[in-house]
C-alpha cells in the first residue's frame, strides 16, 4: 500500500489540488440554496426586487465559481489519475522485466500481463472515483449542519432519512454485493469454457463431443443469466423504491413545514432549501456507498500489483570480478538445485566439463532435469549447493549481465518479436552489421526462406511470428544466436521443428563456425548428438552416464534403450 | 474487456436536482461505426419480435411512469402558494387589525385597501394587493390544511404508482433483455459448432471471444438501459414542455433559449472526446500488446540483456497512453460542469425573472418553484437524447460483428438419409483427389491412395509441406474440391459426419485439454466409458504411473496454467485418450514430439499395441516408423510428391532418397570423427 501512495509522486499534489477544487465546488453547492431561501423569503414574499436581483447575482458568481471548479477538478483529476496509472504500470513492467525466473515462475506470466494491465486500469477508475468520495462526507456534514440551521425543527427527518438509506445499504450489501461477485465468477467461467472450445475445435469434432460441448457453454450461460436476471430484478425493485423514498421524503418535509409556518417558527423558503439539502444529503451518501461498492474489487487489485511490487529477486549481485584464467571451459562441480517449495531436487550432483571448442549434447527423458541443467548457466536460478566454473570462475561471483553477454541461448520454443526479421536476428547483437545478419543467417539456414520473402530481411514479423512456421522461426531464433559469437551456445532442443534435411546441414555449419566456443544441445533425436564430443544422459536428476556414443551405447543401458528405439541395427553400425 | 468490467453503480436515475455524478458516463463509447447501421437496428429489433407483447407493456408503462413523475411538481407548487398565501394574508390581517384596531363585520378587501394609509398602500405590489382584494376578513387566516393535504396525499399517489409502473417496467425489461441476450449467446454458439474448421483459421480465438462476450454485453446494456432511458428522456422532454407551457409561457421560452446552448455543448463535446477515446481505446491496445509480447519473452529478455530496450519502447507507448487518456477522460467529463452552469443560469433568470413577474402577480410562488424544478428536469433528458445517437452507433457497431458470425457459411450438413458404418473396418481410398485451401490455390492436383485395413502409412516431408492437411481432408474438416475419398467403399461425403469422425482416433500436435479432472480428459474419448476402463487406457499410455504420484491422482483437475502437468504428461494424456475410443484408424500428428526420449520410447510400445489392426496415419518422424510403414506419403508445399514403400522410394532416388541420405550424414560424421 505504502509503494502505491509512494508511486503517486507528484501527481499526488494534483489529486491533492483536484480534491480542493471538488470542496470548493461543493461549498458553494451547499451556498446556493441559501440564495434561494432569501429570493423567496425576503424578495417574493416581501415583493423586494432589489433584493431578488442581488441574490440573484450571488447565486450567478457562485455558479461560474462550481462551473470553474468542476472543470479544474476534472482537469487535475484526469491528469493525475492518468499520471498514476502510468507511474504505477511503469514500476510494475519494469519489476517484471528485471525480475528473476522464480518470480515469473511464482506469479504465471498470464496473471503477470493482468496485473500490469488490467488491475492497474481497475485502480485507475478507483482513483477517479475515489476524488468524490473522498469529499462526500464533508458534503453530507455540511449538508447536515445547513439543513439543520435553516431549519432547526426539521432535524428528525434527516435522522429518518438516514436511517431509511443505512438499511438500502445493509440490503444492498446482503443481497447484490454477493451477485455481483459472483456475477463475476460466471463471466469469467463463460469465458473459460468459450475459449476452451475454440482452442480444442478440432478435437471437440473429432471424439463428436459437440452436443457435450453445446451442453457445457449451455449451462454456463444459464448460469450466467440467472445471475444476471436476478441483479437486474433487485434493482428493478430498489430503484423505483429509492425513488419513491426520496420524493416521499419530499412530501414529508412540506407537510411537517406547513405545521410550522403556521406557528411561524419555519418560513416557505427555509423549507424549500431544506428539501435541497436533503438531496445532497441523499446523494453524498450514496457517493460513499458507491465507493464501498468498488473498494473490495480495487482492494483486490493493489494486493496483486502489491504482490508483485514487493516480491524480491532473490539473484545475489555482485560486482566483485575475479580474473578468469586460461580456457579451462565450462565446469559443473556437484551441483544440486531444487525449486523454490519443492521437496526433492531437480538436479543432483551433477559434474561435468565442457571443453571450448567441443559439442556436448544432453539427453534425458521427461521431467529428468535437461532444461533446468541449462537454465543454471545464464544464472536464471542460483544452485543450491555446488559450483557452476566459467574458466574457473564461480558463474555466481560475475556480473550477471556480463554474464549472459557471453551466452548465445536458443530456447525450445522460439520465440520472435515484433519488427523486422534482421530486427530480430539482431536481437542478439543490437550493433552488428547487415553482413553480420546476413552471415548468421547463413549459418542458420535461414537464408534461402528470407530472401524469398518479397522484403527479405525487412520481412516483418508479427506478434509471436504468427507469421511464419515453426521450422523458420526456430532457424531465426538460431541466427540470432549466431550473431552474438558467444563464448557458450546453448541449444535447448532447438532443431525439433526442422527436417531430418535442414537439421543436418545446419549443424554440419555449426560445427565449422563454433571454433572454441562451448556448445550444449538438448536434443531428442538420436541422430542430433551422434557426432557429440561427449553425451550426457540424465535420468531424474542425475547422471546416468557421460562419454561418446559408441562408449554410452556399450556402457549405458538408458542411453541403449533410447538409442534402439529411434534407430534400427544397420543405421547404428 | 472494458465493457466486462465497466463499473455497475449504485446511482439511481436522475432525480430532480443537481448531484454528483451523471450521465457523462456513457458517452465513453469508442466511436465505432456500424456499416449498415439501419438493416442491423432492425435485425437487432428483430429478436424482440417474440415478445412483442411485453415490450409494448413496456413502452406503456415507461410513460405512465415518466408522466405521473411529471404532474407532481406544479401539484407542489400549488401547495406553496397555498401556504405562502396565508402568510402574506396573516400579515395584511395583522397591519389592518393594528390600524383599525377590530375589524368590522363585513369588511371587504376592497374596503380594506381604502381604510390603509396612502404610505402603505402605494408600496404594495400587485400580488400582495391582489390578496388583500380577495381577503375574507371575518376570521383569522388558516392554512387550508385539507386543501394542502389533499395536494400531498395526490402526490404521494402519483409518486406510488410511478414507482410501480417503473418496477413493472425495469421487471419486465430484465426479463426480456436477459432471454434475449441470452438466446443470442446460445445461438452464437451453436453457429460456431456448426462453423466449418476453415472459419477458425480466418478469425483468431479473441476475436471470437469479443463478439460473444462484449459485444453481446453491450447490446445487453442498450436493451436494459438505454432504450427504456431514452423513450423515458423522450416523453420526459414533451412532458416537461407542457407543463411549463401551462405555468408560464414567458418562462419556458427562457428555458428553451438554453436548449441550443446545451445542445452544441454536448455535441461538440461528444465529438472530441470520442477522437481522444479511440486514440486511448488504439493506446491500451498497443501496451496490452507490448506487455504481453515482453512477459511472455521474458527469458529471451534476459538471456539476451535487452531490458533496458523493452522498458524504453514501453515508456514511448506509456507516454502516448497518459496523454490520450487523460485527454479523452478530462474532454469527456465536461459536460457535466458545461451543461450544469448553462442549467444554473437558466435556473437564475427563472429564480429573476419569476421574482420579478411574481411582484406583478402574473405568476405565483408556486409557478416559480414548480418551474425551476421543471426546467431541471428538462435539460438532463436533453443530453440524454443527443447521446441516443451514439450509444445506437456503438450498440449497432456491435450487433454487426455478432451478425458477421451469424452469416458465416455452414459447414454442409448431412445428406438426407445420409449413410453410418457400424463397424468400420479401415479400408481408405483417395480416388483422384484435388483439394486447395482455396479455389485459385490448388495443393493437391490428382491424389490416388488404396489403404487396406491395419496398414500404417507414413507422411514425411519437410515442415510447412503441408502434412496436416491430410488430416484435415480425412475427417471432413474441408472439403475436397475434386474426386473422392472412400471409407469401406463408400464416400465420406456420403456419410453422417458424426460416424465418420467417430472412426477416427487422433493425437493433435497440441495436446488439448480442457479445464476438469484428468479423469474426465481421459474419459473424453468415449461417452459410456467406465472406470476400469479409463485406468486400463491411462496404463497403456502410461499415464496411470504419474498420475499416482499425483497428491489427488485421477482427480487433479487441469487449469489453464497446468503448472502441475508438463507437457509430455498432457501428450500422454491424449493418447490415453485416443486409446479410449477405439477408433478404426488412427490418425497421430507428430503425437510425440513432446515427449522426450525415455518417456517417447515408453509410448512407442503402447502405439505399436494401439496400431495394431488399425489404420494408421502417421505425421512419422522417426525413421524406424518411417521404415517398417506399408506405404510412404511424401509431402512437399502440400502436395504428394512421392509414393511407395521405403525400398520403392529408395530405388527412385528423388525427393525421399535425398532426404533419408540427408539424415544418415550426422550418423557418418560421427563414425569418420
Not at chain 2, 429564480?351 to 426546467?375: E, H, K, P
Request: aromatic share 8%; hydrophobic share 45%.
Amino acid at each position: 500500500m505504502g509503494k502505491i501512495i509512494k508511486g503517486m509522486g507528484k501527481y499526488g499534489w494534483l489529486y491533492a489540488l483536484s480534491v480542493i477544487f471538488v470542496g470548493i465546488q461543493s461549498v458553494c453547492e451547499l451556498i446556493l440554496p441559501g440564495k434561494m431561501q432569501v429570493i423567496i423569503d425576503e424578495g417574493i414574499t416581501k415583493g423586494d426586487n432589489r433584493v431578488i436581483l442581488k441574490s440573484g447575482m450571488e447565486m450567478l458568481l457562485f455558479s461560474a465559481v462550481i462551473a470553474f471548479s468542476a472543470v479544474a477538478a476534472s482537469l487535475f483529476m484526469s491528469i493525475s489519475g492518468s499520471g498514476f496509472a502510468k507511474r504505477m504500470r511503469r514500476m510494475v513492467f519494469v519489476k517484471v522485466i528485471n525480475a528473476s525466473n522464480n518470480q515469473i515462475n511464482q506469479f504465471g506470466t498470464s496473471s503477470l500481463i493482468t496485473r500490469t494491465t488490467n488491475d492497474i486500469t481497475q485502480l485507475q477508475q478507483f482513483i477517479v472515483m475515489s476524488r468524490l468520495a473522498i469529499f462526500a462526507p464533508f458534503m453530507g456534514l455540511g449538508s447536515v449542519i445547513f439543513a439543520i440551521s435553516e431549519a432547526r425543527p426539521l432535524y428528525w427527518i434527516i435522522l429518518l432519512a438516514i436511517i431509511l438509506l443505512l438499511i438500502a445499504v445493509i440490503i444492498f450489501f446482503r443481497l447484490v454485493s454477493p451477485l455481483f461477485l459472483s456475477l463475476q465468477k460466471k463471466l469469467d467461467r463463460i469465458n473459460l469454457v468459450l475459449r476452451e472450445s475454440l482452442t480444442g475445435v478440432r478435437v471437440v469434432r473429432a471424439f463428436n463431443r459437440i452436443d457435450r460441448d453445446k451442453l457445457i457453454f449451455n449451462n454456463a450461460n444459464a448460469d450466467l443469466t440467472k445471475t444476471s436476471l436476478k441483479i437486474a430484478r433487485i434493482m428493478a425493485v430498489m430503484m423505483p423504491l429509492a425513488m419513491l423514498t426520496m420524493n416521499g421524503i419530499t412530501v414529508l418535509v412540506m407537510w411537517v413545514s406547513a405545521g410550522y409556518i403556521d406557528t411561524g417558527t419555519l418560513n416557505i423558503g427555509q423549507m424549500s432549501a431544506f428539501i435541497q439539502y436533503i438531496m445532497h444529503i441523499m446523494f453524498s451518501l450514496m457517493a460513499i456507498i458507491n465507493i464501498f461498492v468498488f473498494l473490495p474489487r480495487a482492494y483486490v487489485s493493489i494486493e496483486r500489483i502489491d504482490e508483485v511490487l514487493s516480491s524480491e529477486n532473490e539473484m545475489k549481485q555482485t560486482s566483485a570480478l575475479q580474473k578468469e584464467k586460461a580456457k579451462t571451459g565450462l565446469e559443473f562441480k556437484n551441483v544440486t538445485f531444487s525449486f523454490k517449495g519443492a521437496e526433492k531436487p531437480v538436479l543432483k550432483n551433477i559434474s561435468f566439463t565442457a571443453k571450448p571448442g567441443t559439442i556436448t549434447a544432453i539427453l534425458g527423458s521427461t521431467g529428468s532435469g535437461k532444461s533446468t541443467l541449462i537454465d543454471l548457466i545464464p544464472r536464471f536460478y542460483d544452485v543450491d549447493s555446488g559450483h557452476i566454473l566459467l574458466n574457473g570462475v564461480d558463474i555466481s561471483q560475475m556480473d550477471i549481465s556480463t554474464l549472459r553477454r557471453r551466452i548465445g541461448l536458443v530456447p525450445q520454443q522460439a520465440l520472435l518479436f515484433t519488427g523486422t526479421i534482421a530486427e530480430n536476428i539482431r536481437y542478439g547483437k543490437p550493433d552488428a552489421t547487415d553482413e553480420e545478419v546476413r552471415e548468421a543467417a547463413r549459418i542458420a539456414m535461414a537464408l534461402d526462406f528470407i530472401e524469398s520473402k518479397p522484403l527479405k530481411f525487412d520481412e516483418p514479423v508479427s506478434q509471436g511470428g504468427t507469421n511464419l512456421s515453426g521450422g523458420q522461426k526456430q532457424r531465426i531464433s538460431i541466427a540470432r544466436a549466431i550473431v552474438r559469437r558467444p563464448d557458450i551456445y546453448i541449444f535447448d532442443d532447438s532443431f525439433s521443428a526442422l527436417d531430418y534435411k535442414t537439421d543436418a546441414a545446419l549443424r554440419k555449419n555449426l560445427v565449422k563456425e563454433i571454433k572454441d566456443a562451448i556448445v550444449l544441445i538438448i536434443a531428442q533425436r538420436v541422430s542430433t548428438v551422434l557426432n557429440a564430443d561427449q553425451i550426457i544422459v540424465l535420468s531424474e536428476g542425475e547422471i546416468a552416464g557421460i562419454g561418446t556414443h559408441s562408449e554410452l551405447y556399450s556402457s549405458c543401458e538408458v542411453y541403449r534403450e533410447i538409442v534402439l528405439s529411434q534407430l534400427s541395427e544397420e543405421e547404428i553400425a | 474487456m472494458s465493457e466486462k468490467n465497466r463499473p455497475r453503480t449504485l446511482m439511481p436515475p436522475k432525480g430532480p436536482g443537481p448531484g454528483p455524478g451523471g450521465p457523462g458516463g456513457r458517452f465513453m463509447h469508442p466511436g465505432a461505426k456500424a456499416k449498415n447501421f439501419t438493416g442491423t437496428i432492425k435485425r437487432l429489433l428483430g429478436y424482440l419480435k417474440t415478445v412483442r407483447v411485453a415490450i409494448l407493456i413496456v413502452l406503456i408503462f415507461t410513460i405512465l411512469s415518466t408522466l405521473f413523475n411529471t404532474i407532481s411538481p406544479k401539484l407542489l407548487g400549488g401547495f406553496a402558494t397555498s401556504i405562502q398565501s396565508t402568510v402574506i394574508r396573516r400579515s395584511l390581517y395583522n397591519s389592518v387589525t393594528g390600524i383599525l384596531g377590530k375589524i368590522p363585520e363585513g369588511l371587504t378587501g376592497q374596503e380594506a385597501i381604502n381604510l390603509l394609509p396612502e404610505s402603505v398602500t402605494q408600496n404594495m405590489t400587485e400580488n400582495i394587493k391582489n390578496e388583500l382584494l380577495s381577503m375574507d376578513f371575518s376570521a383569522y387566516p388558516e392554512i387550508e390544511y385539507p386543501y394542502i393535504g389533499r395536494i400531498i396525499l395526490t402526490c404521494l399517489g402519483l409518486y406510488a404508482l410511478s414507482a410501480i409502473f417503473n418496477f413493472v417496467q425495469s421487471f419486465v425489461l430484465a426479463s426480456i433483455t436477459q432471454k434475449t441476450v441470452y438466446r443470442m449467446r446460445n445461438e452464437v454458439k451453436d453457429k460456431l459448432n456448426r462453423l466449418p474448421i476453415s472459419f477458425y483459421d480466418k478469425y483468431t480465438h479473441g476475436e471470437i471471444l469479443s463478439r460473444v462476450t462484449n459485444d453481446i454485453d453491450t447490446i445487453s446494456n442498450t436493451l436494459q438501459q438505454s432504450l427504456a432511458q431514452i423513450l423515458s428522456s423522450l416523453v420526459q422532454v414533451v412532458a416537461v414542455l407542457i407543463m411549463m407551457l401551462s405555468i408560464s409561457p414567458i418562462l419556458t421560452l427562457v428555458t428553451i433559449f438554453t436548449l441550443p446552448v446545451i445542445i452544441l455543448i454536448t455535441t461538440i463535446v461528444a465529438k472530441h472526446s470520442q477522437k481522444h477515446f479511440a486514440r486511448n481505446q488504439a493506446e491500451l491496445g498497443n501496451i496490452n500488446g507490448h506487455i504481453e509480447e515482453m512477459y511472455t519473452g521474458h527469458k529471451i529478455i534476459a538471456a539476451y540483456g535487452r531490458e533496458e530496450a523493452a522498458i524504453e519502447k514501453f515508456d514511448q507507448i506509456n507516454q502516448r497512453l497518459y496523454t490520450a487518456g487523460w485527454k479523452s477522460q478530462f474532454v469527456s467529463s465536461l459536460i457535466m460542469p458545461l451543461t450544469h452552469l448553462v442549467n444554473n443560469i437558466g435556473y437564475l433568470l427563472i429564480c429573476v425573472l419569476g421574482g420579478l413577474l411574481s411582484t406583478r402577480g402574473i405568476i405565483d410562488l408556486g409557478g416559480i418553484v414548480a418551474f425551476t424544478q421543471y426546467s431541471r428536469q428538462f435539460t438532463y433528458p436533453i443530453v440524454q437524447v443527443t447521446n441516443i445517437f451514439n450509444i445506437l452507433q456503438a450498440t449497432a457497431a456491435a450487433a454487426e460483428r455478432v451478425f458477421e458470425i451469424l452469416d458465416e457459411p455452414e459447414e454442409r450438413p448431412d445428406d438426407e438419409g445420409a449413410a453410418e458404418i457400424a463397424d468400420p473396418k479401415g479400408y481408405v481410398e483417395f480416388k483422384n483427389v484435388k483439394f486447395g485451401y482455396s479455389p485459385d490455390k490448388i495443393l493437391i492436383n490428382n491424389m490416388n491412395i488404396k489403404v487396406e485395413p491395419g496398414q500404417t502409412i507414413a507422411i514425411v516431408g519437410p515442415t510447412g509441406a503441408g502434412k496436416t492437411t491430410l488430416v484435415n481432408l480425412l475427417m471432413r474438416f474441408y472439403e475436397i474440391n475434386g474426386g473422392q475419398i472412400l471409407i469401406d467403399g463408400t464416400d465420406i461425403t456420403k456419410l453422417k459426419r458424426s460416424n465418420l469422425r467417430g472412426m477416427f482416433g487422433m493425437v493433435l500436435q497440441d495436446s488439448w485439454l480442457f479445464n476438469g479432472t484428468i479423469r474426465d480428459n481421459i474419459a473424453y474419448g468415449r461417452e459410456d466409458a467406465t472406470e476400469e476402463e479409463i485406468i486400463q487406457a491411462a496404463k497403456i499410455a502410461y499415464v496411470d504411473h504419474f498420475v499416482r504420484t499425483l497428491p489427488k491422482g485421477y482427480n487433479t483437475v487441469i487449469n489453464e496454467e497446468a503448472s502441475n502437468i508438463s507437457h509430455g504428461q498432457k501428450q500422454l494424456i491424449t493418447i490415453a485418450r485416443a486409446v479410449l475410443s477405439d477408433p478404426a484408424i488412427l490418425i497421430l500428428d507428430e503425437a510425440t514430439s513432446n515427449v522426450d526420449t525415455r518417456t517417447e520410447l515408453l509410448i512407442q510400445k503402447a502405439m505399436n499395441k494401439l496400431m495394431k489392426g488399425r489404420t494408421s496415419f502417421v505425421i512419422a518422424h522417426r525413421l524406424s516408423t518411417i521404415k517398417n510403414a506399408d506405404l510412404i506419403l511424401v509431402m512437399k508445399q502440400g502436395d504428394i510428391i512421392e509414393q511407395g514403400t521405403h525400398s520403392d522410394l529408395m530405388k527412385q532416388n528423388g525427393f525421399y532418397a535425398e532426404l533419408y541420405n540427408s539424415q544418415f550424414m550426422g550418423a557418418n560424421n560421427s563414425q569418420t570423427a
